[in-house]
């Protein structure tokens, strides 16, 4: 078996990013900075905060590449499936060392492609306070930079026809940060560098998300 069987859509993952730029810009009000900083080309590992569940569908919309992300298995129910499959998009299982999201999130970056993931886990403060070593895992082990984005203005209101999402037509600041390497260079994967390449990130992304927080007046 190769990478390209247990890959997800690359031509899916870039109709998604249309169904999220027609949606996001549809209904809410994205401002968008420093895209520029993602890699125009080559693997990336986008490191993304995570207060609402709207983050991940506002970033596939905003983010200038298509993007693969992990999400949690519980998402992918009835219809759902068979679409979050069809546009490039993994199935994880949190409980569990999931060895084909692994395998697939892997083979994303071997073919030069953008994996998206919420570090954190799961939905939380979307302050990056308590990370999981499986972003440093992916980072060290591709050799993939990672960017920061911060999504901001998601979790702060709620719609009052809809009050699972932030009011229509709402702003919503999606930032994105300088790339860098999680590793220290020497492609070590003990449990000593993931642990000092996962402490690394955390700076790294905490740093953005207060940077990102000032800038926007968040």
Same mark, same amino acid.
């Given at each position: ?11 899916? $993952?870039?109709?998604? %990013?249309?169904?999220?730029? #027609?949606?996001?810009?549809? =209904?809410?009000?994205?401002? +968008? *900075? /420093? ?59 949190? $409980?569990?060392?999931? %060895?084909?999201?692994?395998? #697939?999130?892997?083979?994303? =970056?071997?073919?030069?492609? +953008? *994996? /998206? ?102």
């Amino acid at each position: 078996m190769t990478t390209s069987d247990v890959a997800p859509s690359e031509a899916g $993952a870039a109709v998604g %990013r249309r169904i999220g730029i #027609g949606l996001m810009y549809g =209904l809410w009000r994205p401002r +968008v *900075l /420093g895209a520029w900083r993602v890699p125009s080309a080559g693997p990336v590992i986008l490191a993304v905060n995570h207060a609402h569940g709207l983050d991940g569908p506002m970033l596939m919309g905003t983010a200038p590449r298509p993007v693969h992300f992990l999400i949690k298995k519980e998402a992918f129910i009835g219809p759902l499936d068979p679409f979050l499959r069809g546009i490039g998009q993994l199935k994880v299982d949190r $409980a569990t060392t999931d %060895r084909k999201a692994i395998t #697939g999130a892997l083979a994303v =970056l071997e073919h030069g492609g +953008v *994996l /998206g993931i919420f570090p954190e886990g799961t939905r939380g403060e979307g302050d990056f306070a308590s990370l999981r070593a499986g972003l440093a895992y992916f980072a060290v082990r591709s050799g993939a930079p990672v960017v920061p984005v911060a999504v901001l203005g998601s979790a702060d209101r709620h719609s009052r026809l809809a009050p699972a999402v932030p009011p229509l037509r709402s702003r919503v600041d999606v930032v994105f940060g300088d790339a860098f390497e999680a590793g220290d260079g020497s492609g070590r994967r003990t449990r000593k560098a993931l642990d000092e390449a996962t402490e690394r990130i955390q700076g790294r992304l905490t740093a953005h998300l207060e940077n990102a927080r000032r800038l926007t007046g968040r």
